[in-house]
């Protein structure tokens, strides 16, 4: 589906008390640069084009009704650290998070159809991808050089190694098996990315511990 994420230069729509700026369903700027948090409010459902350009931000609060981020929304974030992506967001536009270099981990939600040119920025180091279906840009990690880890559906982890392979990524991937998927989808609807992502790990150390039990079991049957 085609989302217009575009923000007209003479556009200003309502102002909240924090300096938000919004019209219909979409967000188009949050004026107020130098705050350190932000929640932009439900019912949105899309982040307009370069809409936190820059902006000081280290934590926001997106709503459920998303669908949309728009180009560069959150570039520039140097000092962003935390975001939780909704369950429904569907595209995730180009330069999105571009030069964010202080956001680690980020979830890309099971809804997630579509990711751009150079998303990511250089502080990602842990990627949590929940959708089977997501297209991602052959550019989509340009920028990040420093991804140490990906986890995905395990149903899927054959297609995403050839297909990061090609993309020239050399993270190791991480199944997420089919219950904690899901008790991981319910965390991170309601803005628990903690608890989501202890999830994963218990998740990925069961994973492990399996493989290393496996391989043990034909030693002892070889030997």
Do not use: W
């Not at 107020?32 to 820059?54: H, M, P, Q, S, T």
Request: glycine share 8%.
């Amino acid at each position: 589906m085609e989302y217009n994420t575009q923000v007209g230069i003479f556009e200003t729509g309502e102002k909240d008390s924090q300096g938000g700026a919004y019209k219909d369903n979409r967000f188009l700027a949050l004026r107020k640069r130098e705050l350190n948090e932000y929640e932009v409010k439900d019912g949105v459902a899309i982040i307009g084009d370069r809409a936190f350009y820059d902006a000081k931000l280290r934590s926001v609060t997106l709503p459920n009704s998303l669908r949309a981020i728009g180009q560069s929304a959150f570039a520039g974030c140097k000092h962003l650290t935390d975001v939780a992506l909704p369950e429904g967001l569907e595209v995730i536009k180009e330069s999105a998070f571009r030069n964010c270099e202080s956001l680690a981990e980020l979830t890309l939600p099971s809804t997630l159809l579509e990711v751009g040119a150079r998303a990511f920025g250089p502080g990602l180091k842990r990627l949590v991808i929940l959708s089977e279906n997501v297209t991602f840009s052959p550019d989509a990690f340009k920028q990040a050089k420093s991804l140490e880890e990906i986890l995905v559906p395990g149903a899927v982890i054959g297609k995403y190694a050839v297909l990061f392979l090609a993309m020239g990524i050399t993270a190791p991937l991480t199944e997420i098996k089919a219950e904690q998927e899901e008790e991981a989808i319910v965390e991170e609807s309601t803005g628990n990315t903690t608890a989501a992502t202890n999830k994963i790990d218990e998740c990925a150390h069961t994973f492990n511990s399996d493989v290393i039990s496996l391989n043990q079991q034909e030693e002892e049957e070889a030997i």
